[in-house]
C-alpha cells in the first residue's frame, strides 16, 4: 500500500515513515508538511492512501479534502484524517468532505496499520500487492527499537520519541555504562537537536510518563522486571532495558 503522510510535524512524519518501514506491506511514497505541497504530491505520486493533518499552514487538511474533489485523479487515494480535536462538528465536516477514517491525536500505530489494511480489503489492487509479499525482512536495530518503543506506547509526535530512540541507539553501538548518560548521551542528543542537555532529560521523561499513563503499562512493566513494578522505571532503565532488548531480539532471529 503506498502512503502519503501530510503533517507539518516533521517529527511525527518520520516516525510514521520509521514505523510503516518495518511493515512489509506499506510503502511511505512521500511526506508533505502543508497543504498545498499535499496536493501536488497527490497528483504526483498518486498514493493509495493519504494520512491528512488537519491543522497545517497555508492550506489546512479540510481545504485540501475541499480541493481534492475538484482535482481529476485517475483514482483518488483514500483518506485518513489525523486531529487533535475530535469534535462532532469537525467529524461531520470530515465526513461530509470524503474523509474515509479519522484517528484522534495521540494514536496507536499498529491501530492505524490495521485500519489501512481493512481499507486495502476493499481494493483488488491493493489485495493482490498484498498478498505477493513473502516473509518479512529482517529488522536493523533502529527498526527494532522502533517497533518496542511502539510497543510501549511511546506517542510518536512528542519530541521525546526521537531522542529516546537515538539514546537508545548510543547505547547498542557504544555500550551502556554508569555516568555515560547524563555526561555523554545527553549532550550529543543536545548538540543533533540543537537543543540542551536538561531538554532532552525533560523530552525522553516526558515520553515515559505518557507510555507509562497512557500507553502499554503491562509491556513496560515485563520490559523492565524485576526492577519496576508499581513504579515508573527511570529514563536510564528504560534505555538500558529498551537497548538490551533490542540485541537480544536481533540474536534469537
Known amino acids: 500500500m503506498r502512503i502519503l503522510v501530510v503533517d507539518n510535524n516533521v517529527e511525527l512524519c518520520r516516525a510514521l515513515q520509521e514505523y510503516f518501514e518495518t511493515q512489509p506491506d506499506f510503502e511511505v511514497v512521500g511526506l508533505a508538511y502543508d497543504g498545498e505541497q499535499a496536493l501536488t504530491l497527490v497528483q504526483e505520486l498518486q498514493p493509495d492512501v493519504m494520512l491528512l493533518d488537519i491543522t497545517m499552514p497555508y492550506l489546512d487538511g479540510l481545504g485540501v479534502m ?3 474533489r475538484t482535482i ?3 483514482r483518488k487515494p483514500k483518506v485518513v ?3 487533535a480535536f475530535g469534535t462532532d462538528s469537525l467529524l461531520a465536516r470530515l465526513m461530509a468532505l470524503g474523509a474515509d477514517y479519522f484517528m484522534v491525536k495521540p494514536f496507536n500505530l499498529d491501530i492505524l496499520a490495521k485500519r489501512l489494511r481493512e481499507f486495502a480489503q476493499d ?4 489485495i493482490a500487492a498484498s498478498s505477493s509479499l513473502t516473509a518479512q525482512p529482517r529488522l ?3 527498526q527494532k527499537v522502533m517497533r518496542l ?3 510501549m506506547g511511546v506517542p510518536p509526535h512528542y519530541k521525546g520519541f526521537s531522542y529516546l530512540k537515538e539514546a537508545v541507539l548510543l547505547c ?3 555500550g551502556y555504562f554508569a555516568g555515560g548518560l547524563t555526561k555523554e548521551i545527553y549532550p550529543a542528543l543536545a548538540e543533533k537537536y540543537h537543543t540542551t542537555a536538561s531538554g532532552v532529560e525533560a523530552g525522553i521523561r516526558n515520553a515515559v510518563v505518557a507510555a507509562w499513563e497512557h500507553g502499554n503499562t503491562s509491556f513496560i512493566r515485563q520490559l523492565c522486571e524485576p526492577y519496576c513494578d508499581e513504579r515508573m522505571p527511570t529514563n536510564s532503565l ?3 532495558k529498551i537497548a538490551e532488548e533490542s540485541q537480544t531480539s536481533q540474536t534469537n532471529e
Open 66 to 68: 475541499e480541493r481534492l
Open 72 to 74: 481529476e485523479l485517475e
Open 81 to 83: 484524517a489525523i486531529t
Open 123 to 126: 481494493s483488488s489492487a491493493m
Open 140 to 142: 536493523t536495530t533502529e
Open 149 to 151: 518503543l511502539h510497543d
Open 172 to 174: 547498542t553501538d557504544d
Open 238 to 240: 528504560i534505555i538500558a
